[in-house]
Every structure is written in structure tokens, then in C-alpha cells.
């Protein structure tokens, strides 16, 4: 079971990147997903959530109003559509899901409690 991020890459500050993220193995489409990020020498932190569903959304405040998250369950992949980068999102971007809630609330994913992580993609937002 893989969940496989792309999309990262070398933007300046106030671009834009579309991350990706599928799934191959099994599918998560009924389980909720989310995006963690991890900058040099700072501790992994909360992104965004998306909602087995996709009907509910949750966003950390420094991305709120710039990044969207979202899914498409025929392709088995969650994207986050992330605009007016700055220099403080440089990061490696992980995806996460959480297995073990079918049907369930994104509530521990958000404090980091999932059991499916991938391998991550790397975020660089030049000033």
C-alpha cells in the first residue's frame, strides 16, 4: 500500500503548485485524507483535511484562504491546489490517510494520528 505525492517543485514567492497525491494498493476514497508539511529543522505540522466524503474541509491558519484541498474518488487521488506561495511554505509535503476511520471524522488526523503516510515531495518558494 502506497500513497505516491507529486507536483513539488522550485516556484517563486506568489505562485502557484497543485500537489498530488494517489493511491495504489488500496483505495481510500471512504476514509478521510490530509497533508502534513516538515520544513529544515522544524517539527512536522497539520496542512489540510479532507473529509471521506470531501463534503468537509479543515485548513492550519497560515494556509487558510491560499491552499484548497480536495479529491477526486474516481482516480483515487487528493490534490491541494496551493496559490500566493511565500517563502515560509518551503517544506516537504506529505500526504497522510487515516485507514482505520471508514466513514469517520478527520478529527485525530489532524493531531497527527494516521497510520498511512507518503514518501513526501519537496515545496521550495523563492523570495
Known amino acids: 500500500v502506497q500513497l505516491q505525492a507529486s507536483g513539488g517543485g522550485l516556484v517563486s514567492a506568489g505562485g502557484s503548485l497543485r500537489l498530488s497525491c494517489a493511491a495504489s494498493g488500496r483505495t481510500f476514497n471512504n476514509y478521510p485524507m490530509g497533508w502534513f508539511r516538515q520544513a529544515p529543522g522544524k517539527e512536522r505540522e497539520f496542512v489540510a483535511a479532507i473529509s471521506w466524503s470531501a463534503t468537509y474541509t479543515y485548513y492550519d491558519a497560515s494556509v487558510k484562504g491560499r491552499f484548497t484541498i480536495s479529491r477526486d474518488k474516481a482516480k483515487s487521488t487528493m490534490y491541494l491546489q496551493m496559490n500566493n506561495l511565500k517563502p515560509e511554505d518551503t517544506a516537504v509535503y506529505y500526504c497522510?490517510?487515516?485507514?482505520?476511520?471508514?466513514?469517520?471524522?478527520?478529527?485525530?488526523?489532524?493531531?497527527?494520528?494516521?497510520?498511512?503516510w507518503g514518501q513526501g515531495t519537496q515545496v521550495t518558494v523563492s523570495s
Open positions: 497522510v490517510a487515516d485507514g482505520r476511520r471508514r466513514f469517520g471524522s478527520f478529527d485525530s488526523l489532524v493531531v497527527g494520528e494516521v497510520d498511512y
